[in-house]
């Protein structure tokens, strides 16, 4: 009984360091996508995703927009170009987990 409760304790802190990590991994991406906003977004979107009401207010996406982001971004959209060819798939994880770190949800 009690080795059934030890290795129960060493699975449940082995999931609890596994959770930890892959948030510490989307911490470490959306300060990585800041850095990518910042470069290539903040011009029209605002500074820290804080726009001035012309631009869509990224901070609006939801978690499940995923696709919506990535057609506009990668195919422009209204006033927004294309960045197709200039942002990478790395480029837009990034960028992603930067947005939605600081989403209205």
């Not at 999931?15 to 977004?41: H, P």
Request: proline share 4%.
């Amino acid at each position: 009984m009690k080795r059934l409760c030890v290795a129960g304790l060493l699975l449940c802190a082995g999931s609890l360091f596994a959770v930890g990590a892959r948030a510490q991994d989307q911490a470490d991406l959306a300060k990585a996508g800041f850095k990518i906003y910042d470069n290539n977004c903040a011009q029209c979107h605002g500074d820290r995703l804080v726009g001035s009401g012309i631009t869509f207010d990224l901070r609006r996406l939801k978690a499940d927009e995923r696709p919506r982001f990535e057609n506009s971004v990668l195919n422009g959209k209204n006033q927004m170009p294309p960045w197709r060819n200039v942002l990478k798939p790395a480029d837009l994880d990034a960028i992603w987990a930067y947005i939605r770190a600081n989403a209205n949800e």
